[in-house]
């Protein structure tokens, strides 16, 4: 059997059909249908290395330690593609996120192929952009063909369309494959395609785009905009949602007619979500410095050719994800003393958690440059940040000392002292507090820098 997860950066759970009807689409309800959804899953951190890592082990960042850590990611803590290997399938990473390509111990295991696009050689990276700029531009949308926002979405998307169809191919040439992904359309740079969102202005480009420092001062108090600008980045968002929307259907599409979905379990989630200016602190349009809801409400589709589709409300998390994998291929048994150590369960039985959690740990501030030129508030960097969730209550700990709790269920509700008490003792004795110091390679670092996770 195949195992293919594909990780979709920065979709919110709110920004699918099958979910809400904020954005429309029906490739992914299409795909809903015929899966099971899982109605409350929360991320285990607000960003991609720890979120991941979470995925691939199915533990909480303070036991992987892909957060903080000088290490990075635990060599104590089996990952389920070294358990898949073991089992018998070829393994493959495709398209891995930047914070994963450098010396923090993803690489090593348990991949018989690991590509990340981004260090290609240039004429081959070049021959795929042009592909993609005939068939999104020549071929669906000549009259843009030539227009700066075309050519600057194929510039950020087109690696999206080559891995769905390297996924197919991997997977037709391979039995008992597993294949991991990360598809980066939704992340920011918003840069959908000119028929998918409506022109906007000036201002919101440079936001999304983190021109000028327009990230930093829009997100932290420096940079008065209007709020037609939140609702702009929104659509900018929202237009790259529907741009997904449609290659994943055509992705789906393609394993039907080859058979393959017949030898295939495909799962669709999320490693965190985006902020569009709910919470009432910093930061405004992001995913950093907080536990927010929208951060950590994510998707979960589970596509099994042998399991009936329906809806699944039980409290979940991404530490679920490793052991419903090793589960749903068949080969939990193989590994029986490992899954029942991880921090999850399998989502294919009964077992239920009472209380999930997620956590942040402080990052490095923007530049100096940044500091030196604005005043913004910075300290948001410096926290650390967790959260415990039950099924009524989310509450929020930080570092600072400052708590904020939310009724899940009513947003008039008020969550009782003695819940958040009982929460944050589960939280300290669960999680603890002190993880160590994130280090990586200065080229994954620049990565990093260029979409936004450090100044």
């Not at 050519?151 to 087109?158: E, G, H, I, M």
Request: hydrophobic share 35%; with cysteine.
């Amino acid at each position: 059997m195949n195992v293919i997860v594909i990780v979709v950066d920065t979709l919110r759970r709110d920004a699918i059909s099958p979910y809400s009807d904020r954005i429309d689409t029906p490739n992914l309800s299409r795909i809903a249908e015929r899966s099971i959804t899982f109605d409350d899953v929360t991320a285990t951190s607000c960003w991609t290395m720890p979120t991941h890592a979470s995925l691939l082990t199915g533990e909480y960042a303070s036991t992987h330690k892909a957060t903080r850590s000088d290490e990075g990611l635990s060599l104590s803590v089996p990952t389920v593609s070294e358990l898949l290997r073991e089992s018998g399938h070829r393994t493959y990473c495709l398209n891995p996120p930047h914070p994963l390509n450098g010396r923090v111990g993803f690489r090593e295991r348990g991949w018989d192929r690991w590509h990340n696009t981004y260090t290609d050689p240039k004429y081959e990276q070049f021959a795929r952009l042009l592909k993609v700029w005939a068939q999104e531009g020549l071929a669906a949308r000549p009259r843009h063909a030539f227009s700066p926002t075309l050519l600057r979405a194929v510039r950020t998307n087109y690696r999206t369309r080559w891995v769905l169809d390297e996924i197919v191919d991997v997977v037709n040439e391979s039995d008992d494959s597993f294949v991991f992904t990360n598809l980066f359309a939704v992340h920011r740079d918003y840069e959908p395609f000119p028929t998918n969102v409506p022109d906007v202005s000036e201002e919101a480009l440079k936001v999304s785009r983190r021109e000028d420092d327009y990230q930093h001062r829009f997100n932290y108090g420096d940079l008065d905009l209007p709020d037609s600008v939140v609702d702009e980045l929104w659509k900018l968002y929202a237009g790259g949602v529907e741009w997904l929307d449609e290659k994943l259907g055509a992705f789906f599409d393609r394993m039907d007619r080859a058979g393959l979905l017949d030898e295939s379990i495909v799962v669709v989630t999320a490693n965190h979500g985006e902020l569009f200016d709910e919470p009432s602190e910093p930061p405004r349009v992001a995913h950093f410095n907080s536990l927010h809801p929208m951060l950590i409400d994510v998707p979960l589709l589970l596509y099994h050719p042998d399991l009936e589709a329906g809806r699944d409300d039980r409290l979940a998390s991404h530490v679920d994800v490793a052991p419903t994998i090793l589960d749903a291929a068949g080969v939990a048994d193989d590994h029986r003393e490992t899954v029942n150590a991880m921090a999850g369960h399998s989502l294919l039985g009964s077992d239920e958690h009472d209380t999930v959690f997620a956590e942040h740990s402080a990052m490095d501030p923007p530049s100096s440059e940044t500091t030196n030129r604005y005043d913004l508030d910075f300290s948001p960097y410096e926290r650390t940040y967790k959260a415990a969730r039950t099924d009524e209550y989310t509450v929020r700990f930080r570092s600072d000392g400052t708590t904020i709790a939310h009724d899940r269920k009513d947003p008039d509700g008020t969550v009782p002292d003695d819940e958040i008490e009982r929460l944050r003792t589960l939280v300290n004795d669960r999680l603890g507090w002190e993880i160590g110091q994130l280090e990586v390679s200065d080229a994954v670092r620049e990565q990093m820098e260029r979409v936004g996770y450090l100044g």
